[in-house]
Structure formats: structure tokens, C-alpha cells
């Protein structure tokens, strides 16, 4: 029983990272229909900003530790926001009336171009994020010692969704972002701005996924130029899990790939957690293949 | 006075012109009717007008500004607001949401309050469904929530793309007389329809299109009399 609810923290808490990154697939690929494969190179571009800022910049030594962490927090998220604006005006908006096939062979290279990037900055060595960010106390949770970091990260993880939920389906952006997902043409005859919405989404989208990159290194402590790959690819799964295009479905998908893969490491063996995962993708693709709560169906993707 | 003028309209899809150059005027305060066979260019008219597609040739002017200048977004600030072929609602939002989107370019909220009960008193029963999803609504409810929700930019000019399409005749009687009444607040209304004897009725005047152009244009009484327009579009 111990073992089921540490792992069960632990899922939530690398879930609810997925789940960041997921909505920023799913919002892209509700306003644009384009998967915009250079989100998971934003991501790690999140966490090693992150860590100049912590390390290189001092930012957390110079602060009192809370507000140091949020300082960077914010910051990291508005760098990286403001690359994801800068993406789709250089890469995705001169191709808005071009193919399909031109925009994604654009976000691949875009994915290409930000990884080679990161790895002349910074080298293609693994980093370690400084050990004395992570509280090291555990917290006692119906008498199981859980982490501190993880319940920090899932509580971080789950506030951001909640704004960005609020934001969504209470303020008159967010419904327009919405209008804009559901039908443009609809929605400039409402006086939408389009292109002003979809700037938006890549603002807010790599906004979350910078916020991810940093807790993943807080969280894990190693970062390394090639991670946006594999955790771009898991927060993929998950936004296709819950439905592509749907926010909280990004949200639920993020949550039970993170749970599952734990899972599957604690039962059946480490090795196997990504194999198990892809394998409940595969299962909830053939039972639902919209997603679990999408209701597009599959061929637009 | 002319409140909308088109002239020498010219509209491509890709190789194809679905408008080859066509004229036509909407008076301030008019009904002003289009009719013509399905693919004649009706909905690619409103369209242009709305900024959704852009002629390859000629003018729109608008209360004496050209609409071709203007982003498509900002046509309806000017005053022209459009109900599309096919409702065109936001179905995973509610009734509400829908109409408040139409006046997302107005900053008043009391304005808005004010519009949102002129087209709750036009409409009754979207206020009795204002909390429901658009998506579920009947086809007749979703064809009034997007009149409401065009009127809610409280247009001069208000552009509707078959607004009695796939409804029962009962309901259809009942959108062609709030119609009237919405022109009757002073909303001039150009107006695409395949029930042209209806339309004919509610117009002052009316225009033909056939294949891209301008076959025929009259007084609407000219043309509920005009024989082969009988025999074309008022079934004999
Ligand atoms: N997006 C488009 N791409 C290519 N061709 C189009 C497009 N929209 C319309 N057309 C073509 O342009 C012509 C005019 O179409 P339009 O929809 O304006 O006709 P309409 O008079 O509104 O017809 P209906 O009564 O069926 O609504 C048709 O031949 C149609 O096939
Ligand atoms: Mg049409």
C-alpha cells in the first residue's frame, strides 16, 4: 500500500508536467490544426533557462528562496513565451495559407534549429540543476512519507491548469480562442482577430511548456538537450490520450500517462514503463478513437 | 440614400469565377433580395462583402468607405454583421456565450445588456434556452441564435445567407416576420434566399444571379410578376 501511494504521487506530480506540455499541443493544434513539433524543443528550452537563471545568475541566492523560484518561475515562462510568439510569426505564419505538408515540414525544422541551438549554447553534456532547490523534507500524508517536491510540483502543476481553465471559459479572450477553435471564418464575422488569437496561444502554450521544462529539472535535477524529444513525445501521447484539441482533456491525458508509467515501473519493471504506456494509448485509441474526451474524430488530425 | 454599394464585383476560386462582375445597392433602412439557383454566387457575394474572401476586381462601398481596405475583422465595427449559410453557430457554447460573441467588438456592457434584451424579446426562446449548448438546439432555434447573435453587433447593415433553409413552414413564416420587424428598428437587410416568393415579399427590391452575373433586377413586385422569373424560381 505504501508502495501504491508513492508511486501514485509520483505519476500525479511527472502527469501533471505532461499535462503542461500536452496543453500546449492541444491549443496550437485547436486554433492552427498543426502539430507544432518544436513545443517539446520550448520545453527544454524552459528548463535550461531555468537553470542559468538559478545557477549561472544567481537569481536564487540573491532572493529569499521562495521568491527567488518565483521570480524565475515567471521569467522562464515569459522567455519562452515570447519564443513561441516569435515561432509562429517566422515559422507558421507565413505558411497559413500554404499546405499542410509545408507547415509541418516547417515544425520540424524548427524542432532541428532549436535543439542544434541549445546544444551550441550550452553543449551537448548533461546538466545538474543544484541539489539545495529541492526540499528535502516529506510530508506525512495519511500516514504515507510523501516528498515534499512532489506534492510542490503537483500543486504548481494543478493551479496553473485551473488558471489557465479560468481564463479559458471565463474571459471574453478566452472565449474567443474558443470561437477561433471552433470555426475561424465564424469568428472573424464576429470581429475576431485571428491572427491575434493564435499569437496568443503561442504565447500561453510555451509559456506552459517553459513552466514544465523548469519543474522537470527541479523535480529530477538532470536536464539534457535531447529530453524535449522524449517528454515532447510522452505530453504528445497524452493530448492525443485525452482527445487532441480539447484542454482538459490534455489535462486528464497528462495525468493517467504519468500514473501509468509509474505504475507500470513499480509492478512490472522500469524498462517496460514507456512500452506500457504507448500500449494504454494504443487500447484507448482502438476502444475511443477520438480520445478519451475528444470529439473530433480521427481523420482530421 | 445608398447605404451599400457593390460594383463591377469580380470572385475567383482558384481558377473558377464564382462572381463575374456584378452591381448591386442596398439603400439605407432597404430589404434588398438575392435569388438565383444553387452555385450562382450568392453566398460568395455576402462573403466579399464580409471580408471572408476577397474579389479579384471591383468596389464595395460601405456608408461611403471601401470594404476592400478593411481587415475582415473590423467589418462589423463599421456595421455590417452577417448570419452565414448554415447557422454557423458555436455549437460547444452555450446560447448566451454565442450572442456575447457578437458583440465582441462593443466595450459597453450596458449596450450589450440592452441589445441582449431587444433580441431575447425578438426571440423568446433563446432566452428560455440561454444557458443550453448551441450544438443542441433545433435547427430553427440555431437559425434564430444566429440572426440574435449578428444582431448583437447592432449592424446598420445586416447580411443573411438563407435563413429559412431545412425549416417546418410554420417556423419559417414566423423567422420571415421577425425579419420585418428587425428592419423595422432601422436595420437594412440584403437578403439571399431560395424561398423567393417569401423573400420577394418581405422586399422593396430584388436581384437575380445566375452564374456569377447579374441576370435580372427589379422592383420586388416587378419580379413577383415577372414571368420567367415565375417559372425559374416561384415554381410557375
Ligand atoms: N470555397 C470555395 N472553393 C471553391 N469553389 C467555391 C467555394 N465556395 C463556392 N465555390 C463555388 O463558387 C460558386 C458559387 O458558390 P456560392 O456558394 O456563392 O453559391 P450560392 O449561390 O450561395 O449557392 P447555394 O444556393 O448552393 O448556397 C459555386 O460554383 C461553388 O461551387
Ligand atoms: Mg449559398
Known amino acids: 500500500m505504501e508502495q501504491f501511494f508513492q508511486q ?10 505532461y499535462a503542461l506540455v500536452a496543453l ?16 517539446g524543443d520550448l520545453f527544454t528550452i524552459g528548463s535550461y533557462l531555468g537553470l542559468t537563471m538559478l545557477v549561472s ?44 505538408l509545408s507547415a509541418v515540414v516547417s515544425a520540424l525544422g524548427a524542432s532541428i534549429f532549436f535543439e542544434n541551438a541549445i546544444m551550441l549554447v550550452y553543449g551537448a553534456r ?11 523534507f516529506v510530508l506525512n500524508i495519511f500516514g504515507v512519507a510523501i516528498p515534499a517536491m512532489r506534492i510542490i510540483v503537483i500543486t504548481v502543476t494543478v493551479a496553473l ?16 480562442i474558443r470561437a477561433v477553435a471552433l470555426d475561424q471564418g465564424a469568428a472573424r464575422l464576429m470581429g475576431i482577430n485571428v491572427d491575434r488569437v493564435i499569437s496568443l496561444v503561442f504565447l500561453i502554450g510555451p509559456a506552459l511548456g517553459g513552466a514544465a521544462g523548469l519543474l522537470i529539472g527541479v523535480y529530477y535535477g538532470q536536464i539534457d538537450f535531447t529530453m524535449g524529444w522524449n517528454y515532447g513525445l510522452k505530453a504528445f501521447t497524452a493530448a492525443i490520450l485525452g482527445g487532441i484539441g480539447n484542454i482538459p482533456g490534455a489535462m486528464l491525458g497528462g495525468f493517467l500517462l504519468g500514473v501509468t508509467e509509474a505504475f507500470a515501473a513499480a ?7 514507456d512500452a506500457v504506456a504507448f500500449l494504454a494509448l494504443i487500447l484507448i485509441l482502438i476502444i475511443r478513437p477520438t480520445g478519451i474526451l475528444g470529439e473530433r474524430t480521427a481523420d482530421k488530425l | 440614400m445608398a447605404l451599400l454599394t ?32 444553387n452555385g450562382a454566387g450568392k453566398s460568395t457575394a455576402l462573403m466579399a462583402i464580409s471580408g471572408l474572401t476577397r474579389p479579384s476586381a471591383g468596389e464595395i462601398i460601405f456608408d461611403g468607405k471601401s470594404l476592400l481596405k478593411i481587415r475582415s475583422h473590423d467589418v462589423v465595427s463599421l456595421g455590417v454583421a452577417q448570419s452565414p449559410e448554415g447557422r454557423r453557430v458555436f455549437g460547444t457554447m452555450s446560447v448566451l456565450e454565442n450572442l456575447c460573441l457578437g458583440a465582441f467588438r462593443i466595450q459597453d456592457r450596458n449596450h450589450i445588456e440592452t441589445t441582449l434584451e431587444w433580441i431575447f424579446d425578438l426571440f423568446p426562446r433563446l432566452r428560455e434556452r440561454k444557458k443550453q449548448l448551441a450544438g443542441t438546439l433545433s435547427g430553427g432555434e440555431q437559425q434564430m441564435l444566429a440572426i440574435g447573435r449578428a444582431l448583437m453587433a447592432r449592424p446598420r447593415l445586416l447580411l443573411l445567407d438563407e435563413p429559412s433553409l431545412g425549416l417546418a413552414p410554420l417556423l419559417v413564416k414566423s423567422i420571415f416576420t421577425t425579419i420585418r420587424a428587425i428592419n423595422e428598428q432601422g436595420v437594412a437587410i440584403l437578403l439571399v434566399e431560395q424561398n423567393a416568393r417569401a ?13 456569377g452575373k447579374v441576370a435580372l433586377e427589379d422592383t420586388a413586385a416587378n419580379l413577383l410578376a415577372n414571368p420567367s422569373v415565375r417559372e425559374a424560381y416561384l415554381g410557375g
Do not use: C
Open chain 1, 8 to 17: 501514485l504521487f509520483n505519476g500525479l506530480a511527472v502527469g501533471g508536467i
Open chain 1, 24 to 39: 500546449g499541443y492541444t491549443m496550437v493544434y485547436g486554433v492552427l490544426k498543426l502539430i507544432n513539433f518544436a513545443h
Open chain 1, 57 to 100: 545568475w544567481n537569481l536564487s541566492g540573491l532572493l529569499p528562496p521562495f521568491l527567488g523560484m518565483l521570480v524565475v518561475f515567471v521569467m522562464v515562462s515569459l522567455f519562452v513565451a515570447l519564443i513561441g510568439w516569435a515561432l509562429e510569426r517566422a515559422a507558421y505564419r507565413p505558411l497559413r495559407n500554404a499546405s499542410r
Open chain 1, 126 to 136: 548533461v546538466y545538474v540543476y543544484p541539489d539545495f532547490l529541492r526540499p528535502d
Open chain 1, 161 to 176: 491548469m485551473f488558471g489557465l481553465w479560468g481564463f479559458i471559459q471565463r474571459t471574453k479572450m478566452g472565449a474567443a
Open chain 1, 267 to 273: 509492478y512490472i519493471a522500469v524498462a517496460w514503463k
Open chain 2, 6 to 37: 457593390i460594383s463591377g464585383l469580380r470572385v475567383s476560386y482558384g481558377g473558377v469565377e464564382a462572381l463575374r462582375g456584378i452591381d448591386l445597392r442596398v439603400d439605407e433602412g432597404e430589404i434588398v433580395s438575392i435569388l438565383g439557383a
Open chain 2, 199 to 211: 423573400a420577394l415579399k418581405l422586399a422593396s427590391r430584388g436581384y437575380v444571379l445566375e452564374v
